[in-house]
Nanobody, 116 residues
């Protein structure tokens, strides 16, 4: 049974930091590219970070580049998203995604709220 379980969300003040985790099970984690998406209320889901299965290459959109860092630990079947210098516009539900070709797995999301 495939599972992606996100954790680490919560309420943080502007300028603060959070670290999200996504624990994977039920598939060969190391063979999948891992991604973090987010969806703010009333908006479309957007990709915020990705890391390849081999080599660990990372990509980010300009909206988070320099503030967010994605990493993975294949021994722990876990992917992380370190978020620094958070802004109110980063408020969203953050989802973990595993992708290999046409195969996509999704977590249920964790809510991040950036507010004073």
């Amino acid at each position: 049974q495939v599972q992606l379980v996100e954790s680490g969300g919560g309420l943080v003040q502007p300028g603060g930091s959070l670290r999200l985790s996504c624990a994977a099970s039920g598939f060969t984690f190391s063979r999948y590219a891992m991604k973090w998406y987010r969806q703010a209320s009333g908006k479309e889901r957007e990709l915020v970070a990705s890391i390849s299965s081999i080599g660990g290459g990372t990509t980010y959109p300009s909206s988070v580049k320099g503030r967010f860092t994605i990493s993975r630990d294949n021994a722990k079947n876990t992917v992380y998203l370190q978020m620094n210098s958070l802004k109110p516009e980063d408020t969203a539900v953050y989802y973990c995604n595993a992708k290999n070709g046409f195969i996509d797995y999704w977590g249920k999301g964790t809510l991040v709220t950036v507010s004073s």
